[in-house]
């Protein structure tokens, strides 16, 4: 008896949606694991079927991508680089359709997805120069900073051209985090292997079927579909000839490092306001990038925090968070939007913080759409003014502020060693005196 092939990835017509034509893409990706259904996170209807991979096809996504790297290394440069120019040319010409695949699969708003497109445009850049950039030589575990705002991307190490290249992508930016990892390694003449959760499989299947339509060989970029931390990426991991590591791993429920924005005393409050609203609120607060936590000098605490609430207040909805104008993005399913929720009722009842602004929940726009929150936090039970350790790391992701009010320096890196890695310093001097401060603490990339 003939076996049945393993099931393809299905995008189905979403009732209720823009997006019926994604039922008519032949998305190339298959898997022998459990079959999961996706909603949308705009409609909250289903919009996909995805199979699991398993380690079985993690074996075999390896075979193929070595066999299909050894015609694309040997390929001439200006060739690589062509097919890679014709993938940019896709993207430019089919944004409207990726923005739809990105609100409904990631729940990003207009301006979220616009940004996202900007982003990705940046990561193929390199694919449009005539001489390629060197990649310098790192240790596996560290990173270098791109963009403002966007997570550390571990380049690929420079040891010699590798076979296969496993990266893994980050869900609140799944389509500028899969060309970041993956376009440089496909430069160098290596197959990829990415490691994408089931949310972000039609959107990575679709763009993995444009670059083969573009000139790259079946089967030089492979997709494994699995939840993040599952043994199935571990296996990916083990068996790549070269891992490029997500930035900051998902942490364990009620041990997370949230990231920190700080207002100095010379800083300029326009741009401080303006910059701490994107921190804080830009795609739901979603991504290690984000940073809920505003440490904020006494010289402009009241006028900031009064500021960054009218911002938030003012967001506009836009109808959905689809709409080109909406800033408003989606918390990616009903747990986190229940989470986060409950978080922002139980502001008020908390004694280590103090309400500024509550938004709600605003199943009208999508179901799963939450309106900024922002808050002050209170003194915790240790010296100074630091809030309560256990607090940080029990806030839910979503769009939060919380301001906290800092006299002296030592405050601030007293409050640094219990974020994260990512920490911005917004200040009307230099600031590479004060990132050397940072030192030994979890926060190294200071920006």
Do not use: K
């Not at 899969?178 to 679709?206: K, M, T």
């Not at 984000?290 to 605490?301: F, G, L």
């Not at 630091?386 to 030592?410: E, K």
């Amino acid at each position: 008896m003939t076996p049945l092939p393993p099931p393809r990835v299905t995008a189905t017509p979403l009732l209720g949606g823009p997006l019926p034509a994604a039922a008519l893409h032949a998305l190339a990706t298959r898997g022998s694991g459990p079959v999961s259904e996706v909603r949308s996170l705009l409609t909250g209807r289903p919009a996909a079927t995805v199979p699991h991979s398993t380690p079985a096809d993690v074996f075999a996504a390896i075979a193929t991508a070595t066999d299909a790297q050894r015609v694309w290394a040997r390929r001439p440069e200006r060739d690589r680089r062509a097919a890679l120019a014709r993938l940019d040319r896709w993207i430019a010409r089919h944004r409207t359709y990726l923005g739809e695949l990105l609100a409904h699969g990631s729940g990003l708003c207009g301006t979220d997805t616009a940004d996202e497109l900007r982003a990705a445009e940046r990561a193929l850049r390199p694919g449009r120069r005539s001489v390629p950039p060197r990649v310098r030589e790192l240790p596996r575990t560290r990173g270098v900073p791109h963009a403002r705002g966007v997570p550390l991307v571990r380049e690929l190490p420079r040891r010699r051209p590798a076979t296969t290249v496993a990266t893994h992508t980050d869900d609140s930016r799944p389509l500028a985090s899969l060309l970041e990892a993956a376009v440089p390694a496909l430069l160098d003449g290596s197959a990829v292997l990415s490691h994408v959760s089931p949310r972000a499989a039609v959107l990575a299947a679709r763009l993995c079927a444009a670059a083969v339509a573009a000139g790259l060989p079946a089967g030089i970029w492979r997709l494994v579909i699995a939840p993040p931390g599952s043994p199935t990426a571990a296996v990916l991991d083990e068996h790549a000839e070269t891992v490029i590591p997500p930035c900051c791993p998902a942490p364990c429920p009620g041990a997370r490092r949230p990231g920190l924005l700080v207002v100095r005393h010379d800083a300029r409050l326009r741009t401080a306001v303006a910059q701490a609203g994107r921190a804080c609120f830009s795609r739901a607060g979603q991504g290690c990038t984000a940073a809920p936590i505003v440490a904020v000098h006494d010289t402009h605490h009241a006028t900031f925090q009064r500021r960054l609430a009218n911002l938030a207040a003012h967001l506009p909805a836009g109808g959905a968070p689809g709409a080109r104008s909406s800033a408003l993005s989606s918390l990616p399913g009903s747990g986190p939007c229940a989470d986060f929720a409950r978080f922002a009722r139980s502001i008020a009842h908390d004694a280590r913080l103090h309400p500024v602004l509550t938004g709600g929940h605003r199943p009208d726009l999508a179901p799963y759409v939450h309106e900024p929150v922002v808050a002050r936090t209170a003194p915790g039970p240790g010296p100074g003014p630091l809030p309560d350790p256990a607090l940080l790391a029990a806030i839910p992701p979503g769009p939060l502020a919380l301001v906290v009010r800092y006299t002296h320096w030592s405050d601030v890196l007293a409050l640094a060693h219990h974020t994260g890695r990512h920490a911005t310093l917004i200040t009307n001097g230099r600031s590479a005196h004060l990132a050397t401060q940072f030192a030994g603490l979890p926060a190294d990339d200071i920006r």
